[in-house]
């Protein structure tokens, strides 16, 4: 049993948590903005990891120790300690006005101590830079002069822009490919880029491209930075994480190529829209009408394979699992699974066809934010809720409330699900505080119908398995260990 | 100094420190940043996040709400979510951008006990101090507001003086940054009451804001970190309460401080029954001349080499010593029974705030990896967080000793029990 905050002055109930039925949401956002929670659920990489994925790159954060304490750990935590330096922003520089001079002689200082000087060097800013209107120009020119022999970029912690342009998400996955330099194309060479994770070889898109007998670059499977340089002999640039897409713009504008941003969705139709344009501007077969019948047929095998299995398990998802949560539930919604929760701030907008068909045909599903406040509580909540209806054993009891039931029912699956919960996601896992779980993040590298049928053995994986939901969700940056490839 | 760490990693930082020290008691905590602090916070300097539901959180604050100094957003969400969740007192901590727009902790914090009905404070952190910093001035502003003003040690709780009794104790600074969750700060308690004293209150592991409030009570602070040091000012100049500096680390030193202690107490017991005012250890110790706070006289310190004097190898504090690197209570309290009890020079190379006259002359302040390197220079051993070992000289043994406030929760699993286990250390000798 989890432990209670004894000084906790008012103890909350499962009702109290905030939620809202899909009816009732606005696009993009259910939920008004306020002060922000952080789950332990941290499997989601940040800036640190995915720099990291260009091979032999030194990363240089300038920022504030309070700053740096965070990115400096995650380095720490994935053993990348000696591609990482840090300069600190202290208070006398924000009165001193010597903020270049503190960025060019801080780096300049660590490059000159290092064993040997990176071929590439990635130098992070911070929200004291924007706000002092530090001349970054300035500092790229002076060590671009100081360090001829060494490609910089400049990378950005600057989450206080968040709402402001590029996300700093979108914007650390645009400065992967800004060290790219301009070389003679091959028209039968193409880049994945903007994943942190790699594609899976089965995947729809791998097999695409490797049938048609094309050159597949992918940083993630770069080990020099030799090899990085050269995605840029690349004609097509793929991305298909939603936030990799103005980075493949930008790739597209500065060293020519087309940038063609595949759709990540577990819609059937959608999915082979984007891939017949995709096989459009690669010139290449797009899939037959057999095949896809047959894609669709597997499809519908193992997603009934699965409903078998699990039957009328209550089932949740957190936007961590992939780009399109609301439509994996649409997927499990209409073929019968018991999807009770999706847990996301906002929706996305590549996932408004299947929020508002939510809205019309499942509208009891409830949406959980992640970051309210009163998400604090969820978590014991929940596990208190599940121990009392078994009875304090702990043992998952029989679920209280039928899903298609009224008002009332509603109201009681708002206030607890004592059924053990699946979980699609590390954040709905924790929530739900629940050993069943699909351990993956940011899509895990699945795409096309492959991204419904490895969801379906992941979701019998998670079913049959329970995993250590708390050892597990806690790691940083799942999957991180490619970034130390050699 | 190009305050640069090309190596090693970074200190957890003042904002912090704030959240650390007021996480167990009730509150709710708000760090004033856009993003990030939250999540580097629970990740990497709060063990305790996922067992214990604290309500600690971030503003999410956006570059148009600093720059148009929209504070009333931040009032609103604070308002809004106090009253559902029902603090008992509400924090807000600064970081970066707050530092830079200039916003003014103390009048929105006011505005916000005004608008809500509970205590509030601001604490004007930055972000670039280190959390000894934030986590002073939060136990500060407890003391101030919760336990200054209630009835003292020299009233007693049943108004007469007590003379009888146990003499009663506040531990001040216990952080799980510097104490982690293995048991330490449970450890100095038991450490106390086996002394003969009776522990009031642990600021901040394990006590609630009650008990907390109930300081004044105390004959003695002992402040086993550099954190407790603000409260323990506050404590001092509300009751005249005395306070010891120094963890219980090694065989010798711990029954030097509990018998120091206790001397001291009963020199300011007498002076009270003589109707003499509430003085504090210090006057006391010099013969009840009125002190500063400032004017104290640390408790620990074995001072054995002091004097110039070589080990009898010949060591001294430029060849062949010990370095502790680290928070500078626990640091000087390990460097005083490394001397003690193994004979060997040891000087302190303090990395976090730490008053000068809590150290010694042979002690360094050392905030950077260019002020650590060259102080390394003729060390026999190093003693320190496993992240610092590449800056360490090769000549020198590494005694690696794990600290949550500069490598998080990497090596938490083997940080050992100092004050149980002394020998984790001292057996390298």
């Known amino acids: ?486 | 100094m190009k305050q640069t760490a090309t190596r090693i990693s970074t200190y957890s930082a003042d904002v912090m420190g704030v959240c650390s020290a007021l996480f167990e008691l009730g509150g709710m905590t708000v760090m004033h940043d856009a993003s990030g602090c939250n999540s580097t916070y629970t990740t990497h300097d709060e063990p305790r996040w996922y067992d214990m539901d604290s309500m600690v959180y971030i503003s999410g604050i956006s570059e148009m709400e600093a720059i148009m100094g929209d504070d009333e957003k931040l009032a609103g969400d604070i308002a809004d979510a106090a009253s559902q969740l029902d603090p008992a007192f509400i924090a807000i901590a600064g970081t970066p951008v707050p530092a830079m727009t200039g916003f003014d902790f103390e009048a929105v914090a006011g505005l916000i006990e005004q608008r809500t009905g509970i205590p509030c404070f601001g604490f004007p952190t930055t972000g670039m101090n280190t959390y000894i910093h934030g986590a002073s001035m939060a136990l500060a502003g407890i003391a101030e507001r919760f336990a200054a003003g209630r009835p003292g040690a020299a009233a007693g709780r049943d108004g007469h003086a007590p003379q009888a009794a146990r003499p009663r104790v506040n531990i001040l600074g216990l952080t799980p940054l510097d104490f982690s969750v293995n048991g330490q700060d449970r450890s100095i308690a038991e450490w106390l009451e086996s002394e003969g004293f009776t522990v009031v209150s642990k600021w901040a592991m394990g006590s609630s804001l009650e008990e907390l409030s109930r300081a004044g009570e105390a004959d003695v602070n002992l402040v086993v970190s550099a954190a407790g040091l603000g409260a323990a000012r506050v404590l001092y100049e509300s009751f005249g309460t005395p306070y010891a500096v120094g963890v219980p680390v090694g065989n010798e030193l711990p029954g030097l401080m509990a018998d120091n202690i206790k001397i001291k107490i009963k020199e300011c017991r007498e002076r009270r029954s003589a109707g003499g005012q509430a003085g504090s250890f210090e006057e006391a110790g010099r013969g009840g001349q009125a002190g500063s706070f400032e004017e104290a006289e640390i408790s620990v310190q074995s001072g054995v080499f002091c004097d110039g004097r070589q080990s009898a190898d010949g060591r001294t504090y430029e060849k062949g010593f010990a370095a502790v690197i680290g928070e500078g209570v626990t640091s000087l309290s390990l460097a005083s029974t490394i001397e003690l009890e193994r004979g060997i020079p040891a000087k302190v190379l303090c990395a976090t705030e730490c008053p000068e006259d809590i150290l010694r002359e042979c002690d360094r302040i050392t905030p950077d990896e260019d002020d650590i390197i060259p102080e390394l220079e003729g060390a026999a051993f190093v003693i320190a967080d496993p992240l610092y070992r590449p800056i360490v000289p090769q000549g020198a043994g590494f005694i690696a000793l794990p600290h949550e406030a500069f490598s998080g929760r990497i090596y938490r699993d083997v940080i050992p029990d100092l004050i149980r286990d002394p020998g984790a250390i001292l057996d390298h000798f």
């Open chain 1, 1 to 486: 049993m989890k432990k209670v905050n004894e000084r906790q002055n008012r103890k909350l109930t499962a009702g109290d948590l905030p939620h809202v039925r899909i009816a009732e949401a606005d696009f993009p956002a259910p939920f008004r903005s306020g002060l922000e929670y952080s789950s332990p659920a941290r499997g989601t990489w940040n800036i640190v990891h995915t720099g990291m994925l260009i091979p032999e790159a030194h990363e240089i954060f300038v920022c504030a120790a309070g700053c740096l304490r965070g990115v400096v750990l995650t380095a720490a935590e994935m053993g990348a300690q000696d591609r990482f330096s840090t300069v600190a922003v202290r208070e006398n520089n924000l009165l001193d006005g010597d903020m270049e001079d503190l960025v060019i002689e801080g780096v300049t200082d660590i490059l000159n101590k290092l064993p040997e000087i990176p071929p590439a060097v990635l130098v992070y800013t911070s929200c004291v830079h924007h706000f002092t209107g530090t001349d970054l120009d300035l500092i790229y020119r002076t060590l671009r002069e100081r360090f001829p022999e060494t490609d910089f970029t400049d990378c950005y912690m600057n989450p206080i822009m968040r709402k402001s342009g590029l996300t700093p998400d979108q914007l650390m996955r645009s400065r992967l490919y800004m060290l790219l330099h301009e070389r003679a194309k091959r028209p039968d060479a193409v880049a994945i880029i903007g994943n942190d994770l790699p594609t899976d070889e089965d995947s729809d898109l791998m097999k695409a491209l490797r049938g048609a007998g094309l050159k597949v670059h992918e940083i993630t499977s770069c080990r020099t930075y030799d090899e990085y340089q050269e995605m840029a002999e690349s004609s097509v640039y793929i991305s298909y994480y939603p936030d990799a897409a103005p980075g493949g713009d930008m790739l597209a504008e500065r060293l020519g190529g087309t940038h063609f941003a595949l759709k990540f969705s577990f819609d059937y139709d959608e999915i082979d829209e984007t891939f017949e344009e995709l096989a459009k501007v690669l010139g290449i077969k797009p899939r037959s009408i057999e095949e896809t019948a047959s894609l669709r047929k597997q499809c519908e095998e193992e997603i009934e394979k699965t409903k078998e299995l699990i039957g009328s398990t209550p089932v949740s998802i957190d936007y961590t699992y992939c780009p399109r949560p609301f439509g994996l539930a649409k997927l499990l919604l209409d073929h019968g699974f018991r999807v009770e929760r999706v847990y996301a701030d906002s929706i996305p907008g590549g996932d408004r066809t299947a929020f508002e068909a939510l809205k019309k045909e499942h509208p009891d599903m409830l949406i959980y934010p992640t970051v309210h406040a009163g998400m604090r509580f969820a978590n014991t909540v929940n596990s208190e809720r599940a121990a009392d209806a078994s009875g304090g054993t702990g043992t998952p009891a029989g679920r209280v409330a039928d899903a298609s039931g009224g008002a009332d029912t509603l109201a009681k699956r708002a206030a607890g699900r004592p059924q053990t919960v699946l979980a699609i996601g590390q954040k709905a896992a924790y929530f739900d505080d629940t050993d069943r779980f699909v351990n993956i993040v940011e899509g895990g590298g699945m795409i096309g119908y492959e991204a419904v049928t490895r969801t379906m053995e992941l979701i019998r994986d998670a079913y049959t398995n329970s995993k250590e939901m708390k050892e597990l969700v806690q790691v940083k940056g799942l999957g991180c260990g490619i970034c130390n490839r050699q």
